[in-house]
């Protein structure tokens, strides 16, 4: 299909890609790390938003500044930046997240050499009433400062125009996903690694359209027929299409997941109704959590186990990047809860730039073909 196309050649290069939209469109461009980051803000104040992964190529500079056990994401990112290959950035966002990507941010500040640089202190603690008006106020102020330090006003009405196209992103993404969990023959695993990859740095615009486009497309397509054992991805980021393919050539298919480069990216809408601000504020909070944030003793194993449920899984994979401190800790307790409800699971823990395809290959087939 000529849309995963688009999108495959995006995410085969981001970075070309946006030093390529600055060039031909003069547009301000905007990195960040984390899903976290308030997207529809950094749109509405007329920037790309852009998500930052981690380097392919070797990381030489970055280790002079951060310790060898920082995740690959962490020390990738800072890669990339001390090469100049994330020169056409105008500004980076900081979210709180892991503690990692909180020393990064000073270590950016001070060595990146990218002009802007704001960091959102957003509480940890997220199902309290004095945390949500703590969070409300955190929306604003970052709606404040972006605006005043790019010199362009973010009116109410851009906001609710930002927040109707990334409503619109999300409802199409989210339906191309349960069109995959419904047939998984109709796309692979890959394409639609691709898919959430471009969609988190190409024009927001463009974007939309293609992802209708996609999913009109995948429901009038015929059903397979075929059956694959069900599998559902869990962690952190993905950034690896080898992994699908193997699990595919296995007899698999991944039909779920609970990724940030998957559904914590895109499940939660915002209301339209009312303050936009609020409404952002709001859904941030409300949305799927990932583990350096807190709603509850055993919010994520729950959902993780009515992911399993609702899309008929066969088993889960945990995709964990090494020295990745929040997922590691949060694996046991939620594999204790897979456990209990009789749900086979295993772990890779892997580099994000490379891939020991071996071994990994031999694991995974191995799990599968137990399941």
Not at 81 to 110: E, K, N, Y
Not at 215 to 243: H, M, W, Y
């Amino acid at each position: 299909m000529k849309e995963i196309e688009a999108f495959k050649r995006i995410a085969a290069d981001p970075l070309a890609y946006a030093a390529e939209w600055k060039a031909l469109r003069g547009g301000r461009i905007i990195g960040f790390f984390c899903t976290y980051a308030i997207e529809e803000i950094i749109h509405a104040a007329g920037a790309l938003p852009f998500r930052i992964f981690g380097t392919r190529d070797e990381i030489r500079l970055a280790d002079s500044h951060l310790q060898a056990y920082c995740c690959s994401l962490v020390r990738g990112g800072l890669e990339d930046a001390l090469a100049g290959r994330l020169s056409f950035l105008d500004g980076t966002v900081f979210p709180h997240t892991c503690d990692s990507i909180q020393r990064l941010s000073d270590i950016w500040r001070l060595n990146a050499g990218i002009p802007l640089h704001i960091d959102v202190v957003l509480p940890v603690k997220l199902n309290t009433p004095s945390s949500r008006d703590y969070f409300r106020g955190v929306v604003k102020r970052f709606r404040r400062t972006l605006a005043e330090a790019l010199g362009a006003p973010i009116d109410d009405d851009q906001l609710r125009r930002s927040i109707t196209l990334y409503n619109e992103i999300r409802t199409s993404l989210e339906d191309i996903y349960r069109l995959r969990s419904e047939d998984p023959a109709r796309i692979q695993g890959g394409d639609i690694l691709s898919i959430l990859k471009a969609s988190m740095a190409m024009d927001r615009e463009e974007c939309r359209d293609l992802l209708r486009g996609l999913a009109s497309a995948l429901a009038a397509s015929p059903s397979s027929g075929k059956t694959f054992k069900r599998i559902v991805l869990a962690g952190g980021i993905c950034n690896q299409p080898d992994i699908f393919e193997v699990i595919e050539t296995a007899g698999a298919a991944v039909v779920w997941d609970d990724l940030c480069t998957g559904s914590r990216y895109f499940e939660g809408l915002v209301s339209t109704e009312g303050d936009p601000t609020e409404a952002l504020a709001d859904r941030y909070a409300e949305r799927v959590v990932c583990p350096a944030k807190h709603s509850g003793v055993d919010t994520r194993a729950k959902r993780l186990v009515d992911i399993v449920r609702r899309h008929r899984a066969d088993g889960v994979i945990f995709i964990i990047l090494k020295f990745c401190d929040p997922h590691s800790f949060d694996y046991p307790y939620l594999k204790e809860y897979l456990d209990a409800a009789k749900v086979p699971s295993m772990l890779l823990e892997i580099e994000e730039h490379a891939l020991p395809e071996g071994q990994v290959r031999t694991r995974l087939e191995s799990f599968i073909e137990m399941i």
